[in-house]
Each structure stands twice: as structure tokens, then as C-alpha cells.
């Protein structure tokens, strides 16, 4: 949600900082700011906006130190402004802050009545006035800092530096993660490894409750009790080039057009070397031990294990629960462990889904993550962590990352039916071929992308518009209609095709799009169906189809996007493209900002 980079170093911190905030500005871009201490004295640059703006505040005033931490917003109390930003600062400390202190207000009303006052909106304020109150009772600088911990209550992870201490930064994890650098007579902080990957690949996270005294030559750590702790330092092969554009005008792009590559590489992970079944490493599961699955996530995670839903009952006709993290984990469900709890999470720290995890493990039910970030919270977390080998992605709005959950996805549904003994060897073989030719299939989807920059030229001037799929392609009209409405702004909803006339129907007029994913398979007739309840009303549809589908149904539409003919088992994978490709295009022809759309953050580490 926010993105924290801490430096004491030998050379002057601020460009560091700024470089190590680039790598985390999609974790949050409302505002951005840095803090430093040389000679003992405290500075501070902050604004709001991109990093951009505070990179050109720095180069009209510099900040001067070899000791500095760094912050990149995405606000959650209080609204973006330079007042708001990170660092805050009482006199003597500076503190930056990812997460949410739930007992701020308490807290404020405490030091408010102790004549502090206050010059911002934020939890994270109330951290620094509260370590300030400690230090001037005379406490050190770590022991102010250990006993304002001890007063928080929530989800944080902090930095602290302190006036008059060039070779000193205190810094804590609960509930969002923080990884030390060890540097060569330097030491860094930061909210993941891709942040310290220029400076440092030998890497140290805190684990939950963890604290941290930091200078140039040494790191003390101590656990919640307080007891000095032994953490592993890993070494991390974390891309040390800022992963860049390259030709591409957005992240998002990049990764749209990369998903032939990476899907053939996570497929490689998941069949076995002779192509003729799925093969899951690293600790499958024995699906014979359930009596059912639990599928967990949030947002396009979500919406990949609800195309696994089906997949898991059709191929291994095992009963499958899904829900989303933020429902699920306080609907406290009964568990009767006999269950398999999915999670899904590119980021792997979205605060949600760790938290529903942690709930389930509490109930000793065998927790599986899939995930994007194999050193994640949500990684370490569970017995066992399948990766989904899609390489960083950067853009917001989650693309390859969505077609590699559904690749893992798939080879665990035709892992659990073979378990089961639902898919014998020759089905397995169709299966696998099915899955192997994703990658060509989605080359060739990604081939009707001029179409699509015609048809978004239309769509981006719509005010709202429908997503409609039926079977597995209804998690994919939702998904289609998230992409849409989270990187163009514009309002759009999916539905189950069967639901349109239940309701919805009445939203159909001849401004709409009615966008419907309708390859011809053996629901095709019914989509056709509901595509003319539309088309009678005067909607106005956009058919994306295979030939066949297009040949019998694509007389009367609006428009029709023709997609290469595939095995059903795929196609939710193959009409993920036109989904990212339309929401990619109209955002484009909109000019909002693709890679960091308004409101939004590439993590949300906060509930
Ligand atoms: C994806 O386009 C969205 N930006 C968002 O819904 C995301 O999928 C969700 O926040 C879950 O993130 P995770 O996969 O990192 O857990």
C-alpha cells in the first residue's frame, strides 16, 4: 500500500532513497517524501503527486546526509497532501510508515491533552509525537522507540530516525512486511527486495512483531517479546535492473504482450518433461485427503479461482467453496479440515487474503498459496507456496500475473482429477495439450489488438457498460469488467449471461455496450440467447468469439472480435487478452494514467 525505504550509507541518501522509491511507487503514488540526518540535524522534503514531484522538490532543494528513510503514499487517513506526507516529525524524530495504527485516535487524544498539537491528519503523526513524548522523558532513542511500539495497535511497518544520531534507525514489522539490506559497511530498509536490489542482494525480513536496531555495521533484532532473534540472511535474485518499458508505452502493455513467454515458462514448472500430463513440484497436494476446497483471494486473484471453481467440479468433481478474503475471514467459516485452502495472490502481502489465511491455519486446515512473490508473507506462510513464475509485474491492473494464476490453477484441478480418479491418462494427455498450446493461442489473441484500438475508440466514450459470460466465462466478464473500470474509470459490470434478464436487463439501452465472451461451446446457444434479449432492446454488442461462434451468431451484433477456436478447458486463459487488451485500449483512447490508475495501489497491505 505504501512503499518505505530506509538507507545509512556512506554517500549522500537521497538519491538512493529516490532511486529505491521508484521500485515501490506501485505500491502507492499519492504523495512522496524523505527524511535525513547530517551532523546530527533532521531535514525533510516532501509532496504530493507522483515521485516525479518530489524528485524535481529535491533538485531545487537538496537534502543533504548519508542517513535517510523515504516514503511513498497511498493514503489512508487523510488526504494526499504535502501536510499528510510522509515523513512526520515531531522535533527530534522522523518516522515513515506503511499500514494502519487502528488505536491512533486513542493515542492522539492522549498526547492532545498532553499539549501536543497536531499538523496532520494521519495515524502515522501520532507514532512520531508518541516516540517524542518517550524521548523526552528522557528515554534513548531505542528504548523511546521500543516503548512507542509497544503502545501501537494495528498493522505497521516503521522507520525512525533520530536528531543528533548519524548512525542510528530503529525499525519494526507487524502485519506489512519490511526487509533489511546488508550493504558493505552500509545498511538499507525496504518494503521488499525489489526496492533494495540496486544496493544490496543479500536480504534480511523481519518476521511479524520483529523490531530492529539498525547502524551501518550491525543489525539487532529482537522479537515481540523483546529477546534478541536470529533471522536468516537470504540471498535474493531480485532483477537488479529497474524493470523498464522497453518499446512499450505502459507497463501494462509489456506485460499484456509478455504473456506468451511467461505462460510457456509456468507451464513448463507444472507439466511433466514429457508433456504428456501436469506434474506439481515443491510438495503437491494429495487431494484424496479432502473433501473439498476453499478458494481465496481478492480482486482478479479472486476472479482466477473462480474460474477454477469450475474447473476443480467439472475435472475432479470435488466441491469447491470460493470467496473473497474480506468476507471470508470474518465470516469466520467452519472449517472441518478436511478441507484444501487455496489462497491466490500475485503480491503475496495483500492484507485481506494473509489475514484469511491466518484464520484457516488457526482451524489446522493445509494451507496452498499460489503466488507471484515466492519470499511474500503469504509464501512464508503456508505449508506450501506454488509459484506462478509470471516475473515482476509493475503495471497496477494485474495482466500476466492473472494468466499465470489460472495456468497453476488449471494443473492442480487436472492434478486433483487424476487423484481422484476422475481424468484418466488419455484425458490427462487432452488436458495437457490443451494447455500447451495457451501460449500460441494467447500469441494469436493478442494479434486482433488493432481491432481493438477501432473498437475502444467507441467504447471509451460510453458512460457505463456490461460484461456478460456464461460457465467459466463469467468470471472472466467480471474480470473484464474490473481491468475496465479500474485503469479507464469508466463504470462497468459483469454478469452471468442467465442473469441479465432478472434485472439488469433494464439497464440496456442503445449507449450501452454489452460486451459478451462467447466462444462456441456448449453454452453457446444460450449466450446467443441472451445476446438478443439485448440486441431486441437496442443494446448495442460487442461479440468476442471464436469463427464458428462468429459465423452463426455474428450477423446482427454491433461488433465481433474473432479469437483462435480452443479446447473450452482454455479458454477462460485465451479471453483473458481481449478483456485486458479492451480495458488496456479504451483507458489509453480515455488518457487516464494505465500503470498508476487514480485511487489504486499494486498491494493492498492494508485491510
Ligand atoms: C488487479 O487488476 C487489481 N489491481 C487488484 O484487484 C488485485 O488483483 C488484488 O488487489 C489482489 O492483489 P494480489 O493478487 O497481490 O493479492
Given at each position: 500500500?505504501?512503499?518505505?525505504?530506509?538507507?545509512?550509507g556512506?554517500?549522500?541518501?537521497?538519491?538512493?532513497?529516490?532511486?529505491?522509491?521508484?521500485?515501490?511507487?506501485?505500491?502507492?503514488?499519492?504523495?512522496?517524501?524523505?527524511?535525513?540526518?547530517?551532523?546530527?540535524k533532521?531535514?525533510?522534503?516532501?509532496?504530493?503527486?507522483?515521485?516525479?514531484?518530489?524528485?524535481?522538490?529535491?533538485?531545487?532543494?537538496?537534502?543533504?546526509?548519508?542517513?535517510?528513510?523515504?516514503?511513498t503514499?497511498?493514503?489512508?487517513h487523510?488526504?494526499?497532501?504535502?501536510?499528510?506526507?510522509?515523513?512526520?516529525?515531531?522535533?527530534?524524530?522522523?518516522?515513515?510508515?506503511?499500514?494502519?495504527?487502528?488505536?491512533?485516535?486513542?493515542?492522539k487524544?492522549?498526547?492532545?491533552?498532553?499539549?501536543?498539537?497536531?499538523?496532520s491528519?494521519?495515524?502515522?503523526?501520532?507514532v512520531?509525537?508518541?516516540?517524542?513524548?518517550?524521548?523526552?522523558?528522557?528515554?534513548?532513542?531505542?528504548?523511546?522507540?521500543?516503548?512507542?511500539?509497544?503502545?501501537?495497535?494495528?498493522?505497521?511497518?516503521?522507520?525512525?530516525?533520530?536528531?543528533?544520531?548519524?548512525?542510528?534507525?530503529?525499525?519494526?514489522?507487524?502485519?506489512?512486511?519490511?526487509a533489511?539490506?546488508?550493504?558493505?559497511?552500509?545498511?538499507?530498509?525496504?518494503?521488499?527486495?525489489?526496492a533494495?536490489?540496486?544496493?544490496?542482494?543479500?536480504?534480511?525480513?523481519?518476521?511479524?512483531?520483529?523490531?530492529?536496531?539498525?547502524?551501518?555495521?550491525?543489525?539487532?533484532?529482537?522479537?515481540?517479546?523483546g529477546?534478541?532473534?536470529?533471522?536468516?540472511?537470504?540471498?535474493?535474485?531480485?532483477?537488479?535492473?529497474?524493470?523498464?518499458?522497453?518499446?512499450?508505452?505502459?507497463?501494462?502493455?509489456?506485460?499484456?504482450?509478455?504473456?506468451?513467454?511467461?505462460?510457456?515458462?509456468?507451464?513448463?514448472?507444472?507439466?511433466?518433461?514429457?508433456?504428456?500430463?501436469?506434474?506439481?513440484?515443491?510438495?503437491?497436494?494429495?487431494?484424496?485427503?479432502?473433501?473439498?476446497?476453499?478458494?481465496?483471494?481478492?480482486?482478479?486473484?479472486?476472479?482466477?479461482?473462480?474460474?477454477?471453481?469450475?474447473?476443480?467440479?467439472?475435472?475432479?468433481?470435488?466441491?469447491?467453496?470460493?470467496?473473497?478474503?474480506?468476507?471470508?475471514?470474518?465470516?469466520?467459516?467452519?472449517?472441518?479440515?478436511?478441507?484444501?485452502?487455496?489462497?491466490?495472490?500475485?503480491?503475496?502481502?495483500?492484507?485481506?487474503?494473509?489475514?484469511?489465511?491466518?484464520?484457516?491455519?488457526?482451524?489446522?486446515?493445509?494451507?496452498?498459496?499460489?503466488?507471484?512473490?515466492?519470499?511474500?508473507?503469504?509464501?512464508?506462510?503456508?505449508?506450501?507456496?506454488?509459484?506462478?513464475?509470471?516475473?515482476?509485474?509493475?503495471?497496477?491492473?494485474?495482466?500476466?500475473?492473472?494468466?499465470?494464476?489460472?495456468?497453476?490453477?488449471?494443473?492442480?484441478?487436472?492434478?486433483?482429477?487424476?487423484?481422484?480418479?476422475?481424468?484418466?491418462?488419455d484425458?490427462?494427455?487432452?488436458?495437457?495439450?490443451?494447455?500447451?498450446?495457451?501460449?500460441?493461442?494467447?500469441?494469436?489473441a493478442?494479434?486482433?489488438?488493432?481491432?481493438?484500438?477501432?473498437?475502444?475508440r467507441?467504447?471509451?466514450?460510453?458512460?457505463?457498460?456490461?460484461?456478460?459470460?456464461?460457465?467459466?466465462?463469467?468470471?472472466?466478464?467480471?474480470?473484464?469488467?474490473?481491468?475496465?473500470?479500474?485503469?479507464?474509470?469508466?463504470?462497468?459490470?459483469?454478469?452471468?449471461?442467465?442473469?441479465?434478464?432478472?434485472?439488469?436487463?433494464?439497464?440496456?439501452?442503445?449507449?450501452?455496450?454489452?460486451?459478451?465472451?462467447?466462444?462456441?461451446?456448449?453454452?453457446?446457444?444460450?449466450?446467443?440467447?441472451?445476446?438478443?434479449?439485448?440486441?431486441?432492446?437496442?443494446?448495442?454488442?460487442?461479440?468476442?468469439?471464436?469463427?464458428?461462434?462468429?459465423?452463426?451468431?455474428?450477423?446482427?451484433?454491433?461488433?465481433?472480435?474473432?479469437?483462435?477456436?480452443s479446447?473450452?478447458?482454455?479458454?477462460?486463459?485465451?479471453?483473458?487478452?481481449?478483456?485486458?487488451?479492451?480495458?488496456?485500449?479504451?483507458?489509453?483512447?480515455?488518457?487516464?494514467?494505465?500503470?498508476?490508475?487514480?485511487?489504486?495501489?499494486?498491494?493492498?497491505?492494508?485491510?
Open positions: 500500500m505504501c512503499g518505505i525505504v530506509g538507507v545509512l556512506k554517500n549522500d541518501a537521497a538519491s538512493v532513497i529516490l532511486d529505491g522509491l521508484k521500485r515501490l511507487e506501485y505500491r502507492g503514488y499519492d504523495s512522496a517524501g524523505i527524511a535525513t540526518v547530517e551532523d546530527g533532521l531535514s525533510r522534503r516532501r509532496a504530493v503527486g507522483k515521485l516525479s514531484a518530489l524528485s524535481e522538490l529535491v533538485g531545487q532543494d537538496p537534502i543533504k546526509g548519508t542517513l535517510g528513510i523515504g516514503h503514499r497511498w493514503a489512508t487523510g488526504a494526499p497532501t504535502v501536510a499528510n506526507a510522509h515523513p512526520h516529525q515531531a522535533s527530534s524524530v522522523a518516522v515513515v510508515h506503511n499500514g494502519i495504527i487502528e488505536n491512533y485516535r486513542s493515542l487524544e492522549e498526547l492532545s491533552g498532553a499539549g501536543v498539537t497536531f499538523s491528519d494521519t495515524d502515522t503523526e501520532v512520531a509525537q508518541l516516540c517524542e513524548a518517550f524521548l523526552r522523558r528522557g528515554l534513548s532513542p531505542q528504548d523511546a522507540a521500543a516503548a512507542t511500539l509497544s503502545r501501537l495497535e494495528g498493522a505497521f511497518a516503521l522507520c525512525f530516525v533520530f536528531e543528533g544520531h548519524d548512525d542510528l534507525m530503529v525499525v519494526a514489522r507487524q502485519g506489512s512486511p519490511l533489511i539490506g546488508h550493504g558493505d559497511g552500509e545498511m538499507f530498509v525496504g518494503s521488499d527486495a525489489l533494495l536490489a540496486p544496493m544490496t542482494d543479500r536480504v534480511t525480513y523481519l518476521e511479524e512483531g520483529d523490531w530492529a536496531v539498525l547502524t551501518r555495521t550491525s543489525v539487532e533484532i529482537f522479537d515481540r517479546r529477546v534478541l532473534a536470529n533471522r536468516e540472511v537470504q540471498t535474493v535474485a531480485v532483477d537488479q535492473v529497474l524493470v523498464d518499458k522497453g518499446n512499450h508505452r505502459h507497463f501494462m502493455h509489456k506485460e499484456i504482450h509478455e504473456q506468451p513467454t511467461v505462460l510457456a515458462y509456468a507451464l513448463s514448472h507444472y507439466l511433466n518433461p514429457d508433456r504428456t500430463g501436469v506434474y506439481v513440484p515443491e510438495g503437491a497436494p494429495d487431494f484424496t485427503k479432502y473433501d473439498r476446497i476453499v478458494l481465496v483471494a481478492c480482486g482478479t486473484a479472486y476472479y482466477a479461482c473462480h474460474v477454477a471453481k469450475y474447473w476443480f467440479e467439472q475435472y475432479a468433481r470435488i466441491p469447491v467453496e470460493i470467496d473473497v478474503a474480506s468476507e471470508f475471514r470474518y465470516r469466520a467459516p467452519p472449517m472441518s479440515g478436511k478441507e484444501a485452502a487455496i489462497f491466490v495472490s500475485q503480491s503475496g502481502e495483500t492484507a485481506d487474503t494473509l489475514a484469511a489465511l491466518r484464520y484457516v491455519k488457526e482451524q489446522n486446515v493445509d494451507v496452498i498459496s499460489i503466488v507471484n512473490s515466492p519470499t511474500s508473507t503469504i509464501a512464508r506462510e503456508s505449508a506450501v507456496a506454488l509459484p506462478i513464475l509470471a516475473g515482476v509485474e509493475i503495471g497496477v491492473a494485474s495482466t500476466k500475473a492473472f494468466t499465470c494464476q489460472l495456468t497453476a490453477l488449471a494443473a492442480l484441478a487436472v492434478l486433483a482429477g487424476r487423484q481422484l480418479g476422475h481424468v484418466d491418462a484425458q490427462e494427455l487432452a488436458l495437457t495439450e490443451a494447455l500447451l498450446s495457451v501460449p500460441n493461442l494467447v500469441s494469436k493478442i494479434a486482433s489488438e488493432n481491432e481493438i484500438i477501432t473498437i475502444a467507441d467504447l471509451a466514450q460510453a458512460r457505463d457498460i456490461l460484461f456478460l459470460g456464461r460457465g467459466s466465462m463469467y468470471p472472466l466478464a467480471l474480470e473484464g469488467a474490473l481491468k475496465l473500470k479500474e485503469i479507464s474509470y469508466i463504470h462497468a459490470e459483469g454478469y452471468a449471461s442467465g442473469e441479465l434478464k432478472h434485472g439488469p436487463i433494464a439497464l440496456i439501452d442503445a449507449h450501452t455496450p454489452v460486451i459478451v465472451f462467447a466462444p462456441k461451446d456448449s453454452l453457446f446457444d444460450k449466450s446467443v440467447s441472451n445476446m438478443q434479449e439485448v440486441m431486441a432492446r437496442g443494446g448495442k454488442v460487442l461479440l468476442v468469439t471464436d469463427k464458428e461462434g462468429a459465423a452463426e451468431a455474428g450477423q446482427d451484433v454491433w461488433r465481433t472480435l474473432i479469437m483462435p477456436s479446447d473450452p478447458f482454455v479458454a477462460p486463459i485465451l479471453y483473458s487478452v481481449p478483456a485486458q487488451l479492451i480495458a488496456y485500449h479504451t483507458a489509453v483512447e480515455k488518457g487516464t494514467d494505465v500503470d498508476q490508475p487514480r485511487n489504486l495501489a499494486k498491494s493492498v497491505t492494508v485491510e
